[in-house]
């Protein structure tokens, strides 16, 4: 036993040198980003959309306590959500210059996507300039918009708004911002904003990773062959748990 473990502290010590290893830690930290991301995103949604109850809208609506309490939750995800996204935006730029070389195919790619798909967005734009307000400036006014249908039983649409308004008095935008401010009307629809960036991000995510992986699948697939090896022999000798964590 105790030269099984000897040969299996060995293992794990050349494992985690492993270029794969690197490789596997640096695409992990890139997925915890997004997490944070997407994160921030789903917790803004499911906010808002507990006023698609009915009962829990008009609770809320017709209670002025409750309705400045919902207002102020809002704006706490939606600075965080707006946090997130610079975030992204920064760690995956380091994470460019870092792996890809100026002159490299995936950098120039990767330029070649940003300038396309981020820098000329009238929507991406907003958001981190929206950021930039809600961080260092003010929080934006908002106000709430309800749509009732007839029918048994009625149902209402509550959505909450920006008002376009209030939003453009702030001088800081830039031209593709305030273009996406103007486009919108006399309001913003919060929700509709949050799931169109949310779901605009993610082909140039899957990208990035997609790229990276294929740079590093063969040192990555030897890290993953020989860390199995190494879970496989400690499960033969009853030290891990059915949880797959060690025992000792």
């Given amino acids: 036993m105790a030269d099984d473990m000897d040969q299996l502290r060995a293992e794990q010590e050349r494992i985690l040198i492993m270029p794969g290893a690197a490789a596997m830690i640096r695409l992990r930290r890139l997925g915890r980003t997004l997490r944070v991301f997407h994160g921030n995103a789903d917790a803004l949604l499911a906010h808002l959309r507990q006023m698609d109850d009915l009962g829990r809208m008009l609770t809320t609506t017709t209670n002025p306590e409750a309705l400045e309490e919902f207002g102020a939750e809002t704006e706490r ?50 958001i981190i300039k929206l950021r930039q307000l809600m961080q260092h400036v003010r929080l934006p006014l908002s106000t709430s918009q309800e749509t009732w249908t007839r029918g048994d039983p009625w149902t209402v649409n509550f959505r909450v708004m920006l008002d376009s308004a209030d939003l453009l008095r702030w001088p800081d935008w830039n031209l593709l911002a305030r273009s996406y401010i103007q486009a ?9 904003t949050v799931i169109t960036y949310s779901n605009e991000i993610l082909a140039f995510d899957q990208w990035i990773a997609e790229r990276f992986t294929h740079e590093h699948q063969e040192e990555i697939e030897s890290y993953l062959e020989a860390a199995t090896k190494v879970r496989e022999r400690l499960r033969q000798l009853g030290l891990l748990n059915p949880q797959g964590l060690r025992s000792w």
């Fill in 77 to 126: 995800h939606l600075h965080n959500f707006v946090a997130a996204a610079q975030s992204r935006v920064d760690h995956f730029r380091q994470f460019a210059r870092a792996e890809w070389p100026e002159d490299s195919p995936s950098r120039q790619e990767y330029e070649r996507r940003v300038e396309q798909e981020f820098r000329t967005s009238p929507l991406h734009n907003f």
């Fill in 184 to 192: 919108s009307g006399k309001a913003i629809d919060l929700a509709q």
